[in-house]
């Protein structure tokens, strides 16, 4: 009996995926991959937010018209990879380095459009000096800086950005001030710098942020063209691998407890000011 | 401006570069090589060439890292605690296959030491290009003529075995004047290889400059591709001068400014009656390995001397493979030995 229901209910799935297959063929996709990603599958853990700020970048590149005259620079931790999900020019740059990699490439290609990808341990912690007198000098480029408050790539310990009392590999018993000090806002840092153009924090944990995080990245990437400086967007990003969470809790959380140390907020932003 | 000059060492390098068709230029102030960071940022931006004072050392070798995998000619420069500092970026350019000229104008260490001349980043130079299965391409001038020339012939070399050279000198010939022969300067070529990225995307496939390679298989064929380079720069690039008696009794090895004092040394012992010649590298990777073992079987008595407590003798010793003993003369910290002190050694071991 318990037989029969199960057939039954495969059955009316196949033919209301059979009907789903012939609508589809028939209507303009609404929702395709962008261009400016390969077919690559992502190979990033379920509940990752890495695979949305991919996207994201993606659709901008294809709506901007630049795909064709980007170079994309993968840095170290889970964002090693980019180059082979986005379907640009891509260099890899060496743990904290991409923002002097940016500078060479720009600097030598003004025409091109160069963005760096950085996870907060490449960013915060190692390369804190190249992000820092990359702004400074108000060099034309875009960084992506993922905050998900932990070094992903190596298994989940301290990163600069861990809350206080956030428990990681390397601080078992929650975050101190004695074994790990403070947290670092880099936003708040950057936002002292002149040479910074466009500084926003977003975050992708719902539909609303996710619009809302695609349009700070849009005015970055503007920010570049328009040859106005510096822009950085750091997006709030989970990681529920290493936070021991579902992927929704982690959501959550984001929302709940990273938001109140990290806000979401336009920290400066010229192609507005008109400048 | 093609006439003969009387400059330094450091203008020598810096110039030699723009003649050899060097346009973009990193650096960070380090004694004894400001002037080159100087000269170019005079002398780049009124020729359309790009200029940064880099944050650091390790920027400053990435952001060469970033010029070249755009296919541009680019430098950088710097003195011994600073070309540590570079080791990783030269890592990731050996890994990545970019071309890209460094100096070193080495001064005396470990640890901050002191500024005056070594020659104790040899090892460095020729092995130490950072972690992995890599080297620096590396030459080593004897004169500001020769910093000069080899700083412009570096960047085609480089670009031929897309492989970082560098160019080993010290605090000497960093600050010496001396008459320099210029030449007219070459503009780096229009075309960009096709490995570049940033131009011309529309019409090829995206070009992507890595260095990770998680398959062992796949790591292991680009390291032979590089491997394959050396060997062929072994058979295409290797250099050295050779200076004395024909039937010498002595063989002196130096290279840079140590070859300069042997070069007087060996002339003295001569006056003295004893025959000595001298064979200088110019370039210590590839190494004239072969030129080396020839004499020294001839000889059978063998000097190396250098500004270090012994770092090139290891190579001449790899050259000569136990054929003979090959004694050492080495002075460090900054000290420099005289010509007597060296032709009284060679009188010596005769």
């Not at chain 1, 980007?70 to 931790?77: E, L, Y």
């Not at chain 1, 849009?218 to 290493?242: H, I, N, R, Y």
Request: contains cysteine.
């Amino acid at each position: 009996m318990k037989k029969q229901r199960i057939a039954a209910g495969v059955q009316s799935l196949l033919t209301e995926e059979a009907t789903c297959l012939a609508t589809t063929e028939a209507r303009e996709p609404i929702y395709t991959r962008p261009d400016s990603l390969t077919d690559t599958p992502m190979r990033f853990c379920p509940g990752c937010t890495h695979g949305i700020a991919h996207r994201l970048i993606a659709e901008v590149l294809d709506e901007l018209g630049i795909k064709q005259r980007t170079v994309a620079i993968a840095t170290v931790g889970c964002s090693v990879f980019a180059y082979e999900f986005f379907d640009t020019d891509a260099v890899q740059a060496a743990h904290g380095r991409g923002p002097a990699v940016a500078t060479g490439i720009k600097r030598c290609e003004p025409d091109t459009i160069v963005f760096t990808y950085q996870g907060d341990g490449d960013l915060a912690a190692i390369g804190l000096a190249e992000v820092m007198h990359a702004a400074a000098r108000a060099e034309n480029f875009t960084v992506i800086f993922i905050n998900n408050a932990v070094f992903g790539m190596t298994q989940g310990q301290m990163a600069p950005t861990t809350l206080m009392g956030q428990k990681t590999t390397t601080t078992p018993r929650g975050r101190s001030i004695e074994q790990g000090g403070f947290p670092l806002n880099v936003c708040e840092l950057l936002a002292q710098i002149p040479g910074v153009a466009y500084l926003e924090r977003g975050t992708m944990t719902s539909p609303k942020y996710v619009r809302q995080a695609k349009r700070s990245v849009k005015k970055a990437f503007q920010t570049q063209m328009d040859g106005l400086g510096f822009s950085l967007v750091e997006l709030v990003s989970s990681c529920p691998t290493w936070w021991h969470m579902k992927p929704l809790e982690a959501l959550k959380w984001i929302e709940e407890v990273m938001l109140e140390q990290y806000p979401l907020k336009v920290f400066v932003d010229k192609l507005e000011a008109g400048e | 401006m093609p006439e003969r000059e009387l400059i330094t060492g450091n203008e020598a390098a810096a110039e030699g570069a723009i003649a050899g068709g060097c346009r973009n230029f990193f650096g960070y102030p380090i004694t004894p090589q400001n002037r080159i960071p100087e000269y170019m940022s005079e002398h780049l931006p009124e020729i359309g060439g790009v200029y940064i004072q880099a944050e650091s050392e390790v920027a400053a070798i990435n952001m060469v890292y970033g010029a070249a995998a755009t296919g541009a000619w680019a430098m950088t420069t710097s003195s011994s605690p600073g070309i540590s500092l570079m080791q990783e970026g030269l890592s990731y350019m050996i890994g990545s296959e970019l071309p890209g000229v460094v100096v070193n104008m080495v001064r005396g260490g470990p640890g901050l030491g002191n500024i005056a001349p070594a020659q104790s980043d040899y090892w460095l130079a020729t092995r130490g290009a950072g972690h992995g299965d890599g080297r620096c391409l590396t030459f080593a001038p004897f004169s500001i003529q020769e910093v000069y020339d080899l700083t412009g012939e570096a960047f085609p070399i480089s670009q031929k075995y897309r492989n970082p050279v560098m160019i080993l000198a010290d605090a000497v010939l960093a600050s010496m004047r001396e008459p320099c022969q210029l030449h007219e300067r070459r503009d780096p070529p229009k075309e960009k290889p096709p490995w570049a990225v940033g131009r011309g995307a529309e019409s090829r496939e995206r070009n992507i400059v890595n260095s990770l390679w998680i398959d062992p298989q796949v790591l292991e064929e680009v390291n032979w591709r590089i491997e394959h380079r050396y060997q062929q720069a072994a058979e295409d690039e290797t250099r050295w001068t050779e200076h004395g008696a024909d039937e010498p009794q002595i063989l002196v090895c130096a290279y840079g400014i140590s070859a300069r004092i042997c070069q007087t040394a060996v002339e003295r012992a001569t006056e003295a009656g004893i025959s000595a010649r001298l064979i200088r590298p110019i370039s210590l990777f590839p190494f004239p390995s072969q030129v080396i073992r020839d004499w020294a079987e001839r000889t059978r008595k063998v000097l190396v001397v250098e500004l270090s407590m012994g770092q090139f003798v290891e190579d001449v010793r790899l050259a000569i493979e136990g054929a003979c003993a090959v004694e050492f003369m080495g002075r460090t910290g900054g000290a420099v030995m005289t010509p007597a002190e060296v032709a009284e050694r060679i009188i010596a071991m005769a």
